[in-house]
């Protein structure tokens, strides 16, 4: 069976790898070991999208070197009405009907090209072209299509935020709304859900999809959402809260409105996702379609919601510190791993860069650096702590050495989870004794007593890391996010950017446009 974040991680997965699959327009040379992928896109007159390009072996298996690679656009189809820009990364040179650009790939990089599509601003909706793609590497080329097409600029307008509060074990509603503050009708809308595992979505509705233990949901409505109105979910969107939830958690859900045209531009296997068999989840008002030109939200950012449950009720869980010794002479480079064991009974939910409005005070674990030592190495879930400058979770230095105090991000950690946090230190001074700290600190904690360890380098009474207050080494789990397993998660973050619907919670996040 799967640990907790386990299947969080792969659910953030399949989702950008059913989309790029979905929304993909991929074509073969018969010789070319390698596929070249695409991406349709919807833009306003006047306005900017980027969109992407990509070539993957055909065989998963293989272990293909691109090296030098170029890649050929053909843009007579939709030079008209489209400016067509690379974003970064190739050299290329670009007229106002063609585009070629070369790279040098290293042994394991894939061909991944960034473009940048403007309308223009006397461009029409309706208005469409095809660019062929062609991608060549060790003399062989591969090509596909990227369809670009000019729509009606409208713009959905989320709540920013929603709190909502419940018991582990219950239901609760979102009163989701959305406005329209642009000057069109738009027909129809879809709402994109991305939850939380352990407060997933828990609706029957026969209009919405859902899949991944509720991790995601898809509701589609026929709505016709006048300019200037608002318009509110019929009842509250159900989240299920599950009965091991912390009390005291703040379990964050994704809300984002999609226009139908934007949304018909990806998909979903079926077979990952289940309709309702319940009553249909209604926006008030609803009317009759008419014919109408393509629209897409020129205003991406504004189109979401981060709706918050705050769990109530009796359920803490008790994190247990445990600290770490080492022994080494001057100038020696030792390794510590200090750590924490939820106790349980309820499961630790992530805490970290992700969190909404998540600030160094915030994070449940603080480690104090022992006198005399230098942190030459920190894990990637450790930032140094610096409550009083300007913080950026998404910017800020996560790993870095050096610091005397670090506040550090856990994983979600069901009951029995040890958490190890590796700490390279370099001994400057040799002391008897040199402490440091471990200290847990989460709202509700139960048993305060066993919160904090010592870290301790040349200890003068064997087995002193723990400072009387050990919490045991545990076995539940997996490892928490460290090291390479960070980069991991931030690559799978870039993925699901590139691969549209997928992307849009790392997108909000990171407060960068999104563009489906």
């Known amino acids: 069976m799967l640990n907790h974040f ?19 327009t991929p074509a073969v040379a018969a010789e070319a070991p390698f596929k070249v992928t695409t991406h349709d896109l919807l833009v306003a007159p006047g306005f900017a999208k980027q969109s992407w390009v990509f070539a993957s072996p055909t065989d998963t298996e293989s272990e293909l070197t691109f090296g030098h690679t170029t890649l050929d656009v053909d843009l007579s189809k939709v030079a008209d009405f489209a400016v067509i820009e690379p974003a970064w990364g190739w050299t290329c040179d670009v007229s106002p009907t063609k585009l070629h650009c070369e790279i040098d790939l290293a042994e394991n990089d894939q061909p991944y090209f960034d473009y940048n599509v403007t309308a223009k601003d006397d461009a029409e909706p309706g208005q469409q072209g095809d660019m062929k793609v062609t991608i060549t590497s060790g003399g062989k080329s591969a090509t596909g299509t990227a369809g670009i097409t000019i729509a009606e600029g409208v713009d959905l307008v ?3 935020k929603i709190e909502v509060s419940g018991a582990p074990g219950t239901r609760v509603g979102v009163p989701a709304v959305v406005r329209n503050a642009g000057e069109a009708a738009v027909d129809g809308a879809v709402l994109v859900v991305q939850a939380e595992w352990l407060a997933g979505y828990g609706g029957d509705f026969s209009n919405c999809k859902s899949g991944n233990e509720g991790m995601v949901a898809f509701c589609t409505f026929d709505t016709k959402i006048e300019p200037g109105r608002s318009y ?7 989240l299920k809260v599950r009965p091991e939830t912390r009390t005291g ?3 964050p859900a994704h809300l984002d409105w999609w226009t139908t045209d934007d949304w018909a531009l990806t998909s979903w296997p079926e077979e990952d996702v289940k309709p309702g ?9 609803q009317e009759t379609l008419t014919s109408r030109a393509p629209q897409t939200d020129v205003e991406g950012m504004n189109s979401g919601t981060v709706a918050t449950v705050r769990v109530t009720g009796d359920n803490p869980a008790d994190l247990a510190a445990k600290g770490a010794t080492a022994t080494g002479k001057k100038g020696d480079v030792v390794t510590v791993e200090p750590s924490f064991t939820n106790l349980g009974p309820a499961v630790l939910e992530y805490q970290g860069q992700g969190t909404p409005e998540i600030r160094p005070e915030d994070l449940p674990v603080r480690i104090s650096i022992p006198e005399g030592t230098t942190a030459v190495g920190a894990p990637f879930d450790c930032v140094p702590y610096l409550p009083n400058e300007e913080w950026d979770p998404w910017n800020a230095g996560w790993g870095e050495p050096g610091a005397k105090e670090y506040a550090c991000q856990v994983t979600e950690s069901p009951e029995g989870m040890n958490n190890p946090y590796g700490f390279e230190l370099r001994i400057d001074e040799v002391r008897a004794d040199a402490t440091g700290t471990i200290t847990t600190k989460l709202a509700g904690d139960p048993k305060s007593q066993n919160d904090t360890a010592k870290i301790i380098i040349n200890p003068t009474n064997p087995g002193g890391g723990d400072g009387g207050q050990g919490g045991g080494d545990g076995d539940g789990g997996s490892l928490p996010i460290t090291g390479e397993s960070t980069a991991l998660i931030g690559g799978i973050g870039a993925l699901l950017l590139a691969a549209g619907v997928g992307g849009y919670v790392v997108a909000r996040r990171r407060k960068t446009r999104f563009v489906a």
């Open 6 to 24: 386990t299947r969080r991680w792969l659910a953030g997965l399949g989702v950008a790898g059913a989309l790029v699959a979905a929304s993909a």
């Open 158 to 160: 989320g709540d920013e």
């Open 232 to 238: 509110q979910l019929s009842e509250g969107l159900p």
């Open 249 to 251: 958690a703040k379990i």
């Open 277 to 285: 068999q319940g009553d249909e989840l209604r926006l008030v008002e």
